[in-house]
């Protein structure tokens, strides 16, 4: 009887997706939506493992998970916006090192830096941050910003890769 629930509780899942993904998405949470997805899964399925009562309907309880993860990410996203000035310290551990540049093209180099940090998406701009100026590993960055691990390295790769790009145009 269990794994013909379980079975039941995937299929509904399933079905139910691709309308929880634009559900997180028309919330503001792109880049977020697939992990939050998932997430609701794995609470449905910890619901239904516990000793309390049968999931009566379960496509109910997944957009009441849904909802209350919108919630919390959007709390979460109030909570920790990255302030600009902290993109001057990461334009500057971001910069290669400098040898006989003349303080002129430093300072040049290092405005252009910060106005490509500043134009990113505001979790990628916070998730550099906290790499380059603070230290964080992906896992650390991940449980700040209640994301997962691969999250965190996708916001870093496509910062990064924007960001080398625009200063290789620039030279």
């Not at 691709?18 to 939050?36: C, S, T, V, Y």
């Not at 252009?112 to 998730?127: C, E, N």
């Given at each position: 009887?269990?794994?013909?629930a379980?079975?039941?509780?995937?299929?509904?899942?399933?079905?139910?997706a691709?309308a929880?993904?634009?559900?997180?998405?028309?919330?503001?949470?792109?880049?977020?939506?697939?992990?939050?997805?998932?997430?609701?899964y794995?609470?449905?399925?910890?619901?239904?493992?516990?000793?309390g009562?049968?999931?009566?309907?379960?496509e109910?309880?997944?957009?009441t998970?849904?909802?209350?993860?919108?919630?919390?990410q959007?709390?979460r996203?109030?909570?920790?916006?990255?302030?600009?000035?902290?993109?001057?310290?990461?334009a500057?551990?971001?910069?290669?090192?400098?040898?006989?540049e003349?303080?002129?093209e430093r300072?040049?180099?290092?405005?252009?830096?910060q106005?490509l940090?500043?134009g990113?998406?505001?979790r990628?701009?916070?998730?550099?941050v906290?790499q380059?100026?603070?230290?964080?590993?992906?896992?650390?960055?991940?449980?700040?910003?209640?994301?997962?691990?691969?999250?965190?390295?996708?916001?870093?790769?496509?910062?990064?890769?924007v960001?080398?790009?625009?200063?290789?145009?620039a030279?």
């Amino acid at each position: 009887m269990a794994e013909q629930a379980l079975r039941a509780l995937t299929r509904v899942f399933t079905d139910q997706a691709p309308a929880l993904r634009g559900f997180f998405a028309r919330r503001g949470a792109n880049d977020e939506a697939e992990d939050l997805v998932q997430e609701t899964y794995l609470r449905l399925l910890r619901a239904h493992q516990g000793e309390g009562e049968r999931i009566a309907n379960p496509e109910a309880y997944l957009y009441t998970v849904a909802t209350n993860l919108a919630r919390e990410q959007a709390a979460r996203r109030q909570r920790s916006p990255v302030p600009l000035e902290d993109i001057e310290q990461v334009a500057a551990l971001m910069s290669p090192a400098e040898g006989v540049e003349d303080a002129t093209e430093r300072v040049q180099r290092r405005e252009h830096m910060q106005a490509l940090l500043a134009g990113l998406p505001t979790r990628t701009r916070a998730v550099l941050v906290m790499q380059y100026r603070d230290g964080l590993t992906y896992r650390q960055i991940a449980e700040r910003m209640g994301v997962s691990p691969h999250m965190v390295k996708k916001h870093v790769v496509r910062g990064l890769a924007v960001c080398r790009r625009a200063m290789g145009d620039a030279t």
